[in-house]
């Protein structure tokens, strides 16, 4: 993804708006959970995944290169991947 920048204002709380382009690009939605990291002085965010990254499902999650992947869905591509072996 090539480097893009919007400037915003923070309010009074400390709050600030990430742009709707940014939310629509990582699908970040109403109630995510964000992790917020400072390192020295760069703010990084980034989405803590609650659901299967292919169904949404929140049931038996397994955490997978920072994704996370419920079990149905993992088998699923585990018997696809088998079947071609
Ligand atoms: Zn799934």
């Known amino acids: ?4 920048g919007i400037t915003r204002s923070i309010d009074n ?3 600030i708006v990430i742009p709707k382009e940014y939310r629509d690009i990582l699908k970040i939605n109403e109630g ?3 992790n917020i ?3 020295k002085h760069i703010l990084t965010m980034e989405k803590i995944e609650t659901s299967c990254m292919f169904c949404g499902s ?3 999650l397994i955490e997978f290169e920072n994704r996370q992947i419920c079990n149905r869905c993992c088998n699923k591509f585990l018997s ?3 079947i071609r072996e």
Do not use: F, P
């Not at 993804?1 to 893009?4: G, R, T």
């Open 1 to 4: 993804m090539s480097k893009i």
């Open 13 to 15: 709380l400390g709050r």
């Open 32 to 34: 995510d959970t964000m």
């Open 37 to 39: 990291n400072l390192d």
């Open 58 to 60: 929140t049931a038996e």
């Open 80 to 82: 696809k991947v088998l």
